[in-house]
């Protein structure tokens, strides 16, 4: 099994910033990709950035220029740094990794975590 715990998330106003971050811990082999998604009320859930292992990234468009996502590889932690957040990146941000687990022979999975809450409000 893979955890993850996120924190970071709250109330800022527009303009401002925020920094999550996301630990997994587990029966980890290693992991293939780290990202966020976020899910509004009545929408999908969406992609918002993802990082490979080997460092390469992708950003939705409507955040590309405002958030950066980075890793670290020896904590297993992933970070997300918004900056100029905007009344629609309100939204409940979810944690998630492809992971390959440490069972024999091993098995590739996708992993979430609980969600945290960033809410952009004057």
């Known amino acids: 099994q893979v955890q993850l715990v996120e924190s970071g998330g709250g109330l800022v106003q527009p303009g401002g910033s925020l920094r999550l971050s996301c630990a997994a811990s587990?029966?980890?082999?290693?992991?293939?990709?780290m990202g966020w998604h976020r899910q509004a009320p009545g929408k999908q859930r969406d992609l918002v950035a993802q990082?490979?292992?080997?460092?390469?990234?992708n950003y939705a468009d409507s955040v590309k220029g405002r958030f950066t996502i980075s890793r670290d590889n020896a904590k297993n932690t992933v970070y997300l740094q918004m900056n100029g957040l905007k009344p629609e990146d309100t939204a409940v941000y979810y944690c998630?990794?492809?992971?390959?687990?440490?069972?024999?022979?091993?098995?590739?999975?996708?992993?979430w975590g609980q969600g945290t809450q960033v809410t952009v409000s004057s």
């Open positions: 587990g029966s980890i082999r290693s992991i293939n990709v």
């Open positions: 998630t990794v492809v992971a390959l687990d440490l069972s024999s022979p091993p098995t590739l999975g996708r992993y």
């Open positions: 990082i490979i292992s080997g460092g390469s990234t």
